[in-house]
């Protein structure tokens, strides 16, 4: 029986196979589904301060929470304690680092202790207190650095105002030289202000706010040394009406959150906080303007008189506690000597 050669029947069935192939469809391949977005995390942040709501600073910190929600769309609602209704200045370092509030205001005469590295805003003459926003972006970055060692960031800064010192009905008259000065009674508000007053020859007396003008009434006090904004919130100037513009500074006041509450936060979270501070500062150095012409108008109301120092009675003031930044820097370790020499840089 004849039989076909197997080379043929595989020629055929290559030849079909090729054809097969050439007349079907190419294979195409599904692109995967786009991922969607992810949702911000909702957070709520709790900051304190030890400060009246309606002053300059209480509405700044305010206007920062309300800037915040909006400018995350809702993802960040900030709640407000103030008036040390959640930790007071003397325990706002402590309640940031131990998570008692997550955003603190911290005054750098009640950080100091603690955070020996800004010791140097609590000398008078360390910078301008009329140019915040531009000590806020040379310092930032030594800030920072600053506080990355106790668990923290740093944020913003608000304007305290420059320093006063107002004196009782007794004294009859603003004080106009350092001469004036010596022997006076003034209250002082932390350590170092406390030895500046040293250094011009007053007696320095640490009273609570909430007592001085029982103080100066009882004349237990003869004065404040304060910023204006302080002495006008408190009204020292029906005790104590007539006052001299020192024309430097007063204290640095800044916000921190600590390092645990800013690293849950997103990158986008994050950058709303910064924005939201320079926002802040802004509004804030338009209220002091504002509220310092208020302040003046209160003193000549109650019968007082302002005096503002000229640069040559100034440098008396300022040239008599130099000598203190020298103790200054020697507890102010790298950071804070760092500190020291940018402010040095930008007088």
């Known amino acids: 029986m004849f039989r076909k050669p197997k080379f043929g029947i595989i020629l055929i069935l290559i030849v079909m196979v090729a054809l097969a192939g050439g007349c079907s469809a190419p294979a195409t391949s599904n692109p995967a589904p786009a991922e969607e977005p992810k949702e911000q995390t909702p957070v709520t942040l709790k900051l304190a301060h030890g400060l009246s709501p309606v002053d300059i600073h209480g509405k700044a910190y305010q206007f920062y929470a309300d800037k915040v929600a909006e400018l995350s769309e809702g993802s960040i609602q900030i709640e407000v304690f103030p008036g040390g209704s959640l930790a007071g200045n003397p325990q706002m370092f402590k309640a940031v680092q131990t998570g008692v509030a997550d955003i603190g205001i911290f005054p750098s005469s009640f950080v100091a202790p603690q955070m020996k590295e800004v010791t140097i805003f609590e000398i008078p003459g360390t910078f301008d207190p009329t140019k915040v926003p531009e000590v806020q972006a040379k310092i930032t970055p030594i800030m920072e650095k600053i506080h990355e060692k106790y668990g923290m960031k740093y944020l913003w800064a608000t304007a305290e105002g420059e ?9 009859g008259a603003p004080i106009k030289s350092i001469d004036e000065i010596k022997g006076l009674k003034i209250r002082d508000y932390g350590q170092w202000i406390g030895r500046t007053l040293g250094a011009w020859g007053a007696v320095q007396t640490t009273i609570p706010p909430a007592d001085l003008n029982a103080a100066l009434d009882r004349g237990t006090v003869e004065g404040s040394l ?122």
């Not at 390092?259 to 906080?273: G, I, N, Y």
């Not at 003046?296 to 930044?325: H, M, N, W």
């Open 163 to 171: 320093l006063v010192l107002g004196v009782s009905k007794k004294i």
């Open 226 to 347: 304060a910023s204006w904004s302080f002495s006008y919130g408190f009204k020292v100037h029906e005790q104590a009406p007539y006052f001299t513009l020192f024309g430097t500074n007063n204290m640095w006041h800044w916000a921190t959150i600590s390092e645990a509450s800013w690293t849950k936060l997103t990158p986008e979270q994050q950058q709303v906080l910064v924005d939201a501070g320079k926002l802040a500062m802004e509004y804030n150095i338009k209220l002091e303007a504002e509220d310092k012409e208020l302040f003046k108008k209160a003193v000549t109301d109650v019968g007082g008189s302002i005096y503002e120092l000229t640069a040559e009675e100034r440098a008396q003031f300022v040239d008599k506690a130099a000598p203190l930044v020298k103790d200054v820097r020697e507890i102010s370790g790298t950071e804070g000597n760092e500190l020291i020499d940018i402010l040095e840089s930008i007088k």
